[in-house]
Nanobody
Framework: QVQLVESGGDSVQAGGSLKLSCAAS????????MGWFRQASGKAREGLAA????????YYADSVKGRFTISLDNDKKTLYLQMEDLKPEDTATYSC?????????????????????WGQGTQVAVSS
């Protein structure tokens, strides 16, 4: 089973940048897609971006398109989320997810619903 560990969360001022990392250990054969999600206090989980490891296809939520960039270092088995021009409404716990081929995480229409494997999350706080 894949284990995912996020890092890079911090407190920043509005307009700042952060780069989150998600390291996959015990990398299971068959993992095809990975993604970033966030959940703010009192709100539902939101899908931010996902990537197909094999094709490199990426999917983004409209709310972060143009500000956030998902990328993957396959050699390091690490997923990244580069976040620019952060806003107070970006304050949340950020988590990464992974799943197998043909899962909902790998579909352009359902990726935002999540995956079967999750990390514990890393906290991002943006102050105005």
């Amino acid at each position: 089973q894949v284990q995912l560990v996020e890092s890079g969360g911090d407190s920043v001022q509005a307009g700042g940048s952060l780069k989150l990392s998600c390291a996959a250990s015990r990398y299971s054969y068959g993992i095809r897609c990975m993604g970033w999600f966030r959940q703010a206090s009192g709100k539902a989980r939101e899908g931010l971006a996902a990537i197909d490891i094999e094709t490199g296809s990426t999917y983004y939520a409209d709310s972060v398109k143009g500000r956030f960039t998902i990328s993957l270092d396959n050699d390091k088995k690490t997923l990244y989320l580069q976040m620019e021009d952060l806003k107070p409404e970006d304050t949340a716990t950020y988590s990464c997810a992974a799943d197998l081929a043909f899962s909902r995480l790998c579909s352009p229409s359902t990726w935002s619903l999540g995956g079967n494997f999750w990390g514990q999350g890393t906290q991002v706080a943006v102050s105005s």
